[in-house]
């Protein structure tokens, strides 16, 4: 067997049980080998951080605390907080407003900083709490078109309809001119939004 | 097919030319950045992906870019230029060897380059020889304008571009400098400085080398942080490091040079003679040896050997570029002996290091 990281004979197998994914295997040759053993820490930085941001949820957390975020589900793309810990990967967009309160320490001990103070795109459209209500209108629509409620599914096409032409359900221009008051505010919302149940 | 043309020249990161070219090999930038309307990858269906794909070369096509610009479907590429386009910096070892429709597009100048369905939806990189990190966001952030124009980023105001890994949320910025540095590696400093340097939030790794072998003397120095911060900041950061080492290494070459001449003579000399006499030498051993005459070029201790060839050759006598280069797939012997004719050819007007 050769060694993973040369084109030498792999003499060393070592099995690593650090990883919080689990074990790994490795096959190196003499030389990577001590390479190995010498080092300090994973060299790749986000794999670094992920470990990093693994191991710092279990320590900031009490066990029934960590039990309990572990549970939370996404209602937009299903994934639960204890798969994204085990995969250092989110599932969708609408995960940063799913596990707000569990990511924000992540976000304080990764990056020192809870906020972002850079770029912003000209087209706000793109935020998660939007793309969520349209999926929730879209299933509403399905529903009512299952049960044969056609004029309750036509009125659920019209609220889709305006919102992704940059209008609130209502059909009113939310868009004012300044790029301030683009940004989706479900707070702000109609009294049928039920938007707040999910956070 | 495209990526044959690639293979004979070097690309821009390559170059050799820029403000500190003798240390500073290349200025890098990436973006992460997700279509909002789709869950991050790892939750795609295999319909998502396509359809993300798709979206994006829509947008690409509407984009006024060069019309050479290519799109390339990873998925259909054989092993062979997967690897290729790996050892060329264009695509991520990630985005080569993950299942699924995937793809890249290819600035033909190699400028910049698009990875599509990587981790994120999308991963945008410019890249620029030597140092200079102003020129490359300046092209950067023309490149992200022009593409949402045409697509929806995942975006809260709060949070700014929302990423798969919350280690890239806010700017989603990369922040790279590759640097060559075999003076602070022969004088055995090289971990004490990057020790230092992890301190202050930038994060060091070595080139070309997977896992922990560093190859080449090639180190790469990149921001760790990537919200809370504007991009500009961030880059600052990293800049602000780069002069230092440039330093360190300038300071660690001055002193071999005082103090250890005919060492330092002797390794060059030795280096230069093993590439242009082996009859057959493996990619590691040709790095090693590339890096002591790179040096050594830089120091004016060789003649007839210039900077380019040197980028050159450490980029073409990678396995996949050799293979490319002589047109078959080539077992890893054959590899070794066509390598060392490689070398020879490229190096055979050269001439000893002087001697005094």
Known sequence: ?199 | MKLDDLAQKTGEWMRGDGPESDIVMSSRIRLARNLAEFPFVRKCTDKDRIAIAAAVRRAIDALPLSSDTEYVDVAKLGDLDRQFLMERQLISHELSETEGARAVILDPQERFSIMVNEEDHLRLQVMQSGLDLSSAWKRMNELDDLLESKLTYAFTKKLGYLTACPTNVGTGLRVSVMLHLPALVATKQIDKVFRAFNKINVAVRGLFGEGSQFMGDLYQVSNQMTLGKSEETLMQRVSEVIPRLIDYERKAREFLINEKRDDLNDGISRALGILKTAKKISSEETMHYLSKVRMGVNLGLIDNVRIPTVNKLFIHTQPAHLQKLCGQKLSVSARNTERANYLQQHLSDSVDPKAN
């Open chain 1, 1 to 199: 067997m050769k060694c993973q990281h040369c084109e030498k004979t792999a003499t060393f197998h070592i099995t690593e049980l650090t990883d919080p994914n689990g074990p790994t295997i490795l096959h190196l040759c003499e030389e990577h080998a001590r390479t190995f053993f010498n080092q300090d820490g994973p060299p790749d930085p986000a794999s670094a951080l992920t470990n990093m941001l693994a191991k710092q949820l279990k320590l900031e957390k009490a066990a029934d605390d960590l039990a309990a975020a572990d549970k939370k589900q996404c209602p937009m793309c299903g994934i639960t907080f204890a798969e994204f810990r085990k995969g250092g990967r989110l599932g969708c967009p609408y995960d940063y407003v799913a596990f707000e309160e569990d990511l924000e320490p992540l976000l304080v001990n990764i990056h020192g900083a809870t906020s972002h103070s850079g770029k912003v795109p000209k087209n706000l459209n793109g935020s998660p709490e939007r793309q969520f209500r349209l999926k929730q209108l879209k299933d509403e629509m399905r529903e009512a078109i299952n049960k044969e409620q056609y004029e309750v599914a036509g009125k659920l096409r019209d609220k889709i309809a305006a919102i992704e032409t940059g209008q609130n359900e209502n059909g009113q221009n939310e868009n004012g001119q300044s790029d301030e008051s683009n940004e989706e505010k479900p707070n702000d919302g109609p009294p049928d939004d039920d938007f707040q149940s999910f956070s």
